[in-house]
Structure formats: C-alpha cells, structure tokens
Nanobody, 127 residues
Framework: QVMLVESGGGLVQAGGSLRLSCEASGRTLGNYAMGWFRQAPGKEREFVAA????????SHGDFVKGRFTISRDNAKNTVYLQMNGLKTEDTAVYYCAAVTPYSESYIYTRKDDYGYWGQGTQVTVSS
C-alpha cells in the first residue's frame, strides 16, 4: 500500500504563500489519483483540490479557485499544493489522499472515495 507524508505547512501572514508537498512511498504515485483536503477545528474535512493520475485533469474547491493550484510530479513521487493569497480562514490541517482511479483522467472530490491518507500538515494564517 502507499504511504503519504505531507510537508511544507507552517505559519504565514495573510496574503502570503506556501507550497505543500505530499511524498509517496511504498507504491508508485503514478498509480493513483490524488487529492488535498483540509480540516479546521470543529469543522468537517473539506475538499480543496484533486488531480488525475495522468495529471491532465484537476479540480479545485470554489473557495480556493484562483488562489490554490494542485500539481504532481510522478517522477518524484510527489504531489503539490501551491497556495497563494492566503486568508485567515485557510487555517487548517491539510491532508493529502490517494485513490486507485477508474481511469487515467478521472478525478475524485469526495473524501469517502479516498482509501489512503497522510497524517496532515498544519497551516496557520495570521492576520
């Protein structure tokens, strides 16, 4: 099975940027469609972004469109989340997740579709 480890979180001021990374081990990342989710204290885990196994298709949550971008480098076994224009409401633990996809271009936006999860990385945005 695939193991996922997130990194790149931290404390940043509003308007700043961070790039999260999710590195896979155990299995080749190219076998999976990937997603990023986040969970703030007292809230449900919510969809942030997803990318197909091939990297040709991507989807972003409405509240991050134009600010966040998901990408992947299968040769490096890593998926990224570039976050620009951060807001205080983006404060959360960010998780990456993997799923064996139906096809090369399929993307998954529901957390219940994902079978593999990382431990999460904390992102804190100060005002």
């Amino acid at each position: 099975q695939v193991m996922l480890v997130e990194s790149g979180g931290g404390l940043v001021q509003a308007g700043g940027s961070l790039r999260l990374s999710c590195e896979a081990s155990g299995r080749t990342l190219g076998n999976y469609a990937m997603g990023w989710f986040r969970q703030a204290p007292g809230k449900e885990r919510e969809f942030v972004a997803a990318i197909s196994r091939s990297g040709t298709q991507a989807s972003h949550g409405d509240f991050v469109k134009g600010r966040f971008t998901i990408s992947r480098d299968n040769a490096k076994n890593t998926v990224y989340l570039q976050m620009n224009g951060l807001k205080t409401e983006d404060t959360a633990v960010y998780y990456c997740a993997a799923v064996t996809p139906y096809s090369e271009s399929y993307i998954y936006t529901r957390k219940d579709d994902y079978g593999y999860w990382g431990q999460g990385t904390q992102v804190t945005v100060s005002s």
